[in-house]
């Protein structure tokens, strides 16, 4: 079997954690490479930029321990500014990942989007989505996974629609002069 290059976008939610959690339960092995994805929003000054990164970095950090159970895993962290879907899309496709395993919640950046495909369509690789259900019994982890695979997602172009021109009546309507 191939190794697998695996990127899950680091949020301050619990959607993604649990996102995570399932991934590595259930779908990374050993000797997959891991990238934690923590995008920052822009800011303008210095001092906020650096206490953002740092934020986002303590964040990745949090979730590289659970990544601790897998044997042989290689596991990086990457945090970046910018817009959170653009740059998530920029960085796996800079990346060349194989699987995306993002965490939905109300505020995903999957959601954002002018319509529903447009960010996935653009990823050249497959997208694991896990949404956490609200109850979790025992210490077990009720979550819903929904994959997309885009190799096979076809979205037709969207439709021009047919140009009228106005044209006067008497352009249409013209009658030819007879002649006497």
């Known amino acids: 079997m191939e190794s697998q290059r695996v990127v899950v976008v680091v949020e301050d939610a619990a959607a993604a954690r ?22 920052c929003p822009p800011a303008r000054s210095r001092r906020k930029r650096r206490r953002l990164r740092l934020v986002g ?12 159970g897998i044997a ?17 899309v920029a960085t796996v496709n800079q990346l060349g990942a194989t699987t995306l395993v993002v965490g939905l919640h109300d505020k995903s950046f999957l959601y954002r989007a002018p319509s529903p495909y447009t960010r996935v369509r653009s990823l050249g690789c497959r997208v694991l989505a896990v949404r956490q259900h609200v109850t979790a019994r025992d210490g077990f982890l009720n979550a819903e996974l929904t994959q997309i695979e885009t ?18 009546l008497g352009v249409i309507w013209r009658r030819s002069k007879r002649r006497k």
């Open 18 to 39: 649990a996102a995570l959690q399932w991934a590595v339960g259930n779908f990374i092995r050993g000797g997959d490479s891991i990238t934690l994805l923590h995008v």
């Open 57 to 68: 970095f303590q964040l990745a950090l949090a979730f590289k321990d659970l990544c601790n």
């Open 151 to 168: 190799i096979s997602l076809h979205i037709p172009p969207p439709k021009i629609p047919f140009p009228m021109f106005t044209l006067p």
């Open 72 to 88: 042989e895993a290689k596991v990086e962290i990457v945090v970046t500014e910018g817009e959170l879907g653009e740059t998530v």
